[in-house]
């Protein structure tokens, strides 16, 4: 199970060497499964930016917004605050999406978009206030979401991620959004993604049983999983985490500088 944000890739600029790590475990016949807590874009988009890049195809792709997704009911009301993938996926569970996060709707969806101003001039119920990263996320996005979670919507999250890895640097994580939106009103919030159930039970649909390595920048949200399922942990240093934050509060079997690093120990996790 690899990671993409920090692993794979920072930004928009890939990791040296990534790609061609992902090619020998398939080469080897080892089962990959891509697992984000980004929800900013669905799985579908993320598997061809994969292929895109030169992965060959046989593998899946498991993101945030896909585990979040799983806690709506069919037929409720949902406020999305995140990306077009978020939307997407709460759409494609059979909920009514009112998206005030993507500038557009999402692709093939029943999401509805709408500008924040535009939903807080009418009377509106919400079963669901669901968030997911979003670099346009403001002030009147803020305002409508916690006024709807006081009104008695749950609040759902796809990731408490506080950072992620980025192009320019370390940027805030969805995290930081839901803390945003926990102060003002009033309420916790339930987590979807990484290192959660929700995600979790996704997973173990996928893989069954087998044992398996969970590969990731992050020992919250990726060390966590491993724990979660049982599985060994592969800790990368090209994410948020650098060897200066070592040791970590959750075990770590094997250390790399980078994917294609812990690629050629990967004797060593499997043995």
């Not at 990731?159 to 930081?176: C, K, L, Q």
């Not at 992050?218 to 060994?232: C, P, Q, S, V, Y």
């Not at 240093?237 to 070592?246: A, C, E, M, P, R």
């Amino acid at each position: 199970m690899l990671d993409l944000d920090g692993v794979m890739w920072r930004g928009a600029d890939p990791i040296d060497g990534s790609t061609e790590a992902v090619g020998e475990l398939l080469r080897l016949g080892d089962q990959v499964v891509f697992c984000t807590n980004n929800s900013s874009e669905s799985g579908s988009t993320r598997r061809m930016k994969l292929l895109d890049r030169g992965i060959p195809d046989g593998f899946d792709v498991v993101t945030s917004a896909d585990a979040v997704a799983t806690l709506v009911e069919s037929g409720s009301r949902v406020l999305s605050v995140g990306g077009a993938g978020l939307a997407e996926a709460l759409a494609a569970r059979g909920a009514e999406v009112i998206d005030i996060g993507a500038s557009n709707p999402a692709p093939q969806s029943a999401a509805e978009v709408l500008d924040p101003a535009e939903v807080l001039e009418v009377d509106r119920g919400f079963d669901d206030v669901v968030v997911g990263l979003n670099p346009r996320f403001d002030y009147q996005m803020l305002d409508l979401a916690a006024a709807a979670v006081r009104g008695g919507a749950r609040l759902l999250v796809s990731n408490t991620d506080t950072t992620y890895p980025g192009s320019g640097g370390i940027h805030p994580g969805t995290g930081s959004l839901v803390a945003a939106v926990e102060a003002a009103s009033g309420r916790p919030s339930t987590p979807g993604g990484k290192p959660n159930e929700p995600m979790a039970a996704l997973l173990r649909d996928i893989v069954g049983a087998a044992p398996g390595i969970v590969v990731g920048d992050n020992g919250d949200t990726d060390g966590r999983l491993a724990e979660k399922l049982g599985f060994r942990f592969g800790l990368v240093l090209t994410g948020v985490t650098q060897t200066s934050d070592l040791p970590l509060a959750v075990p770590v079997d094997v250390v790399a500088d980078d994917l294609a690093s812990l690629v050629a120990r990967r004797s060593e996790l499997i043995s």
